[in-house]
């Protein structure tokens, strides 16, 4: 069965400095889809960045970006420059490629900007 | 740009008592889904579709009832709520092929007492 792990229930990081959320899986799949989700205190989940498994290159947006190791089955977030804004919840997802509608979803780590 | 919107925001029931989500996206997005959201639970996946008129079953369908007749509205139904279907709801869209992520709504706090 595939699963998603986030060992972190909560972290906290200064303002400014930078952070990383771990996320493990376990599939046999060789195909599939890696996000993460970021939920704040308003409670409304938010697309952050995705990683397709077939691509080495570590996906960037802005100040949020992942290391993917593919043969440890690791797909970690790193947010630079931490703000107060990204104070939230957040959840790291799996999709195989064949999936409609299963997506597994990781505990969540609680994140915790302190000025 | 609304993106997906719930109503209500909150609501609280009675025992026994029958109520309709609804959700609503303006994406033309295919796939819609409804999960719930409980501590310690995480999101559990109730319901989906893949498009207008079909619907099939997630991981917890039970005391739940779906349609979908207009591509871009999702209802849920809750016929005769229970004290376990406390949660907060969130309705999710996504664009065809796996490669999408979701857009989620900002979710519905529904308490049943």
């Known amino acids: 069965a595939q699963t998603v792990t986030q060992s972190q229930p909560e972290m906290s990081v200064q303002e400014a400095e930078t952070v990383t959320l771990s996320c493990t899986y376990d599939?046999?799949?060789?195909?599939?889809?890696l996000f993460w989700y970021k939920q704040p205190p308003s409670r409304q989940m938010i697309l952050v960045i995705r990683q397709e498994a077939y691509k080495q290159q570590n996906a960037t947006e802005n100040r949020f970006s992942v290391n993917f190791q593919k043969a440890a089955k690791s797909f970690s977030l790193k947010i630079s420059d931490s703000q107060l804004g990204d104070t939230a919840m957040y959840f790291c997802?799996?999709?195989?490629?064949?999936?409609?509608?299963?997506?597994?979803f990781g505990p969540g780590t609680s994140l915790s900007v302190i000025p | 740009n609304a993106g997906v919107t719930q109503t209500p925001k909150f609501r609280v029931l009675k025992t026994g008592q029958s109520m309709t989500l609804l959700c609503a996206q303006d994406m033309n997005h295919e796939y819609m889904y409804w999960y719930r959201q409980d501590p310690g639970m995480g999101l559990r996946l109730i319901h989906y579709?893949?498009?207008?008129?079909?619907?099939a079953k997630g991981e917890v369908p039970d005391g739940y009832n779906v349609s979908r007749l207009k591509k871009q509205n999702f209802l849920l139904g809750l016929e005769s709520a229970a004290p376990s279907q406390t949660s907060v709801y969130f309705c999710?869209?996504?664009?065809?092929?796996?490669?999408?992520?979701?857009?989620f709504g900002s979710g519905t706090r529904l308490t049943v007492v």
């Open positions: 999710a869209s996504r664009l065809t092929g796996p490669r999408y992520g979701y857009t």
């Open positions: 579709s893949v498009g207008e008129g079909t619907t």
């Open positions: 997802a799996f999709r195989d490629e064949t999936s409609y509608d299963k997506v597994i």
């Open positions: 599939t046999s799949e060789n195909n599939y889809y």
